[in-house]
Every structure is written in C-alpha cells, then in structure tokens.
C-alpha cells in the first residue's frame, strides 16, 4: 500500500508525481488526511480529480479522515467522500448544502453545465437578492466552455462553489486533468513556427485579449480574457493553476509564480467574486453602441 | 424587426445555441433587414456563444455592416460589459 501524507496544498503534488509514475491497479493508496485542517474549494478538487482518475483506472483508495472534528464535519457536509465513491458521470442530482452554503461538488460539460448554473445563480441570490449574478453563470460556463475545447481532460470537468458570507464572496472552482494550458498554447505556437514559451509565459500568452489557440473552428479563445476584464471591474480574485505554472490575479494586479504543487497536470481555475461589487440587478443599459463609444 | 433571444435559444452559454441565434439573424442579414435584439429575460452570454453568433456574422458581414443592422437593447449591465469586451478585443474589420 502507498500512503500518501497528506497535510496542505503543496502536499498534493505527492498525489500526482503518482499519477505521473503511471501506478497499476493491483496498487492501493491511503489517503492520510489527519493533519489537513483546512479545505478550501480548490483543495477540495485538488483531492478529488486524483482520486476519480485512480478510481478510472481501478486501484484501490482508502481515507484516513482529518483529526479535526470541524474538518470532518465540512467534508462530511459537502459529501466529499461519497461523491469520490459513486463517481458520477453526469450530474444526475443537483442538491444546494445549505449547511455550508454550497453547490455540490459535480462532473459537468457544457451539455449538462446549464441546470448546475441555474440552481447556483437561484442559491446565491437568495443570499444576495438585489445583486446581478450573471457574472457567476459567465464565469462557470467560460470555464466549462474551455475545458471541452482546449483541454482533451480524461475526467471532464469538475466544479464546486461556496458561499463566504462573513466575506460576501463566492468561490467557484473548475478544474480538470488536461493537458493543461501551457501545453496546448505551446503545441499552437509551435504549428505557428513560433518560440516555445515557459509555463508561466504562455497562461499570460492564453489571458490576453488578442491571443488564442483557436482548437476548434468555431472557437476565438478570449473566454479567459473576458472572465479577466470582469476580474478587473469587480475586483475579484482568480487563482490559475496550470501544468508548472501558477497566476494570481488581484484587483487588477497580476502576479505569477512556479506551482508549489509540482508534477502537476492540469488545470484548476479558482474565482473569488466579490459580492459587494456586483451590480444591482436593476440596472438596464439602454443604448449599447453609445454607451460601448464604438 | 425586434428579436428576443429568449425565443430563439435556450441558454446563452453554448457554441450550439450561439450557432442558433446566428441562424435566426442571418435570414435578417441577407435582406439587409434592421433588428432589435432584446436581452430580456436572457442570462449572460459566453465567448462560446458569442464566437458562433456575432463571431461569424462580423466575419461573414463585417462590423460596420453589423453596427448598422443590429440594435442591442434590454441588456443588464453585465451583459452590456460582456458585449464591450468582445467588440474590443476583437479583429474588428470594417
């Protein structure tokens, strides 16, 4: 059996130098959760992308569950362990967690993403009644929408979204086990005759406007751009992680740096929206090319 | 001609929905018919949606030609913003 201690986010990259060594299925994994006192919504797919991948390939996975009475009880409540044990394929319920105002932790795609973002948008709005939350639909399909086109993921995409109310910020995360950005905007570069960039480099390359890898005929890219405009106005917070690379960006400032999750494959979009600068949901535009100064 | 999108899709996040607003828009398109198109009661629409709607009319038609037989009204601010976005970062050919 391999245990695989697992006590904060760098952790989990143990977790995919194991997916990288390609294990067999007459291979067991314990999870040894004991000392991780804290998830939050990305950490919650960091564990679970991994453990349906190894479910995928029939090897056997056991939990040895966090020490902290509170950390059991939030996993408890958002239902992590019996997700990970029936493995949907598609979201067959959809059932809000009021306890920890919370989505559930779902497998969706763009064909199945429609009902997850009307029940999510119903949810919130009942926390936050006279505020416009479109900028929530926009920023899960955008990122459903990029993982079925760019990201050739073996699991599809997994999403989970939690409501901070002290904070009054909703944090919804996508991620999935693709190729990751960096590879797919590489492997357009290269078609292109064009330098290879670090990883770094090219999730910057993917977030401008004018760039795309344009995988499909149909698909421009700025899907990323636009969730980045958005960011800027709203002054939200988005966390990619994406094969080596890792961006942050903060109230228009955009910072990057090296996964400390290392080996990881991937990609795993983290926004924090921040309510209170959210529109009012009255508010009607009346004449777009005048006021867009086209 | 006013056109609800409501009517014609049944979300605005998918390339198929988008290529179905743009199958309804085109027949306008070729007559060089005027529309109103009203975002009442629509959600926000994606990059996906939009490449395979407005993508290839501005494409097939150019933008100039667009903003001259296209009127957008009903829209939230976000929906407005969305739309803002799309216009600037694209290869607006005239």
Same mark, same amino acid.
């Not at chain 1, 306890?99 to 199945?112: F, K």
């Not at chain 1, 292109?192 to 960039?197: C, D, M, Q, V």
């Given at each position: 059996?391999?245990?695989?201690?697992?006590?904060?986010r760098s952790d989990f990259s143990k977790v995919f130098?194991?997916?990288?060594? %390609?294990?067999?299925? %007459?291979?067991?994994?314990?999870?040894?959760? $004991?000392?991780?006192? @804290?998830? =939050?919504?990305?950490?919650?797919?960091?564990?679970?992308?991994?453990?349906?991948?190894?479910?995928?390939?029939?090897?056997?996975?056991?939990?040895?569950?966090?020490?902290?009475?509170?950390?059991?009880?939030?996993?408890?409540?958002?239902?992590?362990?019996?997700?990970?044990?029936?493995? @949907?394929?598609?979201?067959?319920?959809?059932?809000?967690?009021?306890?920890?105002?919370?989505?559930?932790?779902?497998?969706?795609?763009?064909? $199945?993403?429609?009902?997850?973002? @009307?029940?999510?948008?119903?949810?919130?709005?009942?926390?936050?009644?006279?505020?416009?939350?479109?900028?929530?639909?926009?920023?899960?399909?955008?990122?459903?929408?990029?993982?079925?086109?760019?990201?050739?993921?073996?699991?599809?995409?997994?999403?989970?979204?939690?409501?901070?109310?002290?904070?009054?910020?909703?944090?919804?995360?996508v991620g999935d086990l693709g190729i990751g950005i960096?590879?797919?905007?590489?492997?357009?570069?290269?078609?292109r005759k064009e330098s290879i960039l670090s990883d770094?480099?090219?999730?910057?390359?993917?977030?401008?406007?004018?760039?795309?890898?344009?995988?499909?005929?149909?698909?421009?890219?700025?899907?990323?751009?636009?969730?980045?405009?958005?960011?800027?106005?709203?002054?939200?917070?988005?966390?990619?992680?994406?094969?080596?690379?890792?961006?942050?960006?903060?109230?228009?400032?955009?910072?990057?740096?090296?996964?400390?999750?290392?080996?990881?494959?991937? $990609?795993?979009?983290?926004? =924090?929206?921040?309510?209170?600068?959210?529109? %009012?949901?009255?508010?009607?535009?009346?004449?777009?090319?005048?006021?867009?100064? @086209? | 001609?006013?056109?609800?999108?409501?009517?014609?899709?049944?979300?605005?996040?998918?390339?198929?929905?988008?290529?179905?607003?743009?199958?309804?828009? +085109?027949?306008?398109?070729?007559?060089?018919?005027?529309?109103?198109?009203?975002?009442?009661?629509?959600?926000?629409?994606?990059?996906?949606?939009?490449?395979?709607?407005?993508?290839?009319?501005?494409?097939?038609?150019?933008?100039?030609?667009?903003?001259?037989?296209?009127?957008?009204?009903?829209?939230?601010?976000?929906?407005? +913003?969305?739309?803002?976005?799309?216009?600037?970062?694209?290869?607006?050919?005239?």
């Amino acid at each position: 059996m391999i245990t695989l201690t697992l006590s904060s986010r760098s952790d989990f990259s143990k977790v995919f130098q194991l997916i990288n060594s %390609d294990l067999s299925s %007459d291979n067991e994994i314990m999870y040894d959760l $004991t000392n991780f006192s @804290f998830f =939050e919504p990305i950490d919650i797919l960091l564990f679970t992308m991994p453990v349906i991948y190894f479910k995928n390939k029939k090897v056997l996975q056991r939990y040895r569950h966090p020490l902290k009475q509170q950390t059991r009880s939030y996993l408890s409540d958002i239902g992590l362990f019996e997700f990970c044990k029936t493995n @949907f394929q598609e979201p067959i319920t959809i059932e809000e967690i009021h306890s920890r105002s919370a989505m559930p932790l779902r497998r969706i795609t763009p064909v $199945t993403m429609n009902d997850y973002i @009307f029940r999510a948008q119903r949810y919130f709005s009942n926390h936050c009644p006279l505020k416009d939350l479109s900028f929530l639909n926009l920023t899960i399909s955008e990122l459903i929408n990029n993982v079925k086109d760019h990201a050739e993921s073996p699991i599809d995409a997994y999403i989970f979204c939690q409501l901070y109310p002290r904070l009054n910020i909703i944090k919804v995360v996508v991620g999935d086990l693709g190729i990751g950005i960096p590879t797919a905007v590489n492997a357009y570069r290269e078609s292109r005759k064009e330098s290879i960039l670090s990883d770094i480099e090219a999730i910057i390359w993917a977030i401008d406007q004018n760039t795309s890898t344009k995988s499909h005929p149909h698909n421009r890219g700025k899907g990323l751009n636009n969730l980045f405009e958005f960011i800027k106005y709203n002054r939200s917070i988005i966390n990619i992680y994406s094969n080596k690379g890792l961006l942050l960006a903060s109230k228009g400032r955009t910072t990057s740096f090296l996964n400390n999750i290392r080996d990881f494959q991937g $990609t795993l979009i983290q926004m =924090e929206i921040n309510i209170d600068n959210l529109p %009012d949901i009255s508010n009607i535009e009346d004449d777009f090319w005048e006021q867009a100064q @086209f | 001609m006013k056109l609800f999108i409501k009517d014609i899709v049944k979300d605005t996040y998918t390339n198929a929905s988008g290529y179905a607003l743009l199958i309804a828009l +085109q027949y306008y398109f070729r007559d060089g018919q005027q529309i109103t198109l009203s975002f009442k009661d629509t959600t926000p629409t994606s990059t996906s949606f939009l490449n395979s709607s407005v993508g290839e009319l501005l494409d097939q038609y150019g933008f100039s030609k667009f903003k001259s037989l296209v009127k957008f009204v009903d829209m939230t601010v976000t929906q407005s +913003q969305v739309l803002k976005n799309y216009f600037h970062s694209g290869d607006l050919k005239s």
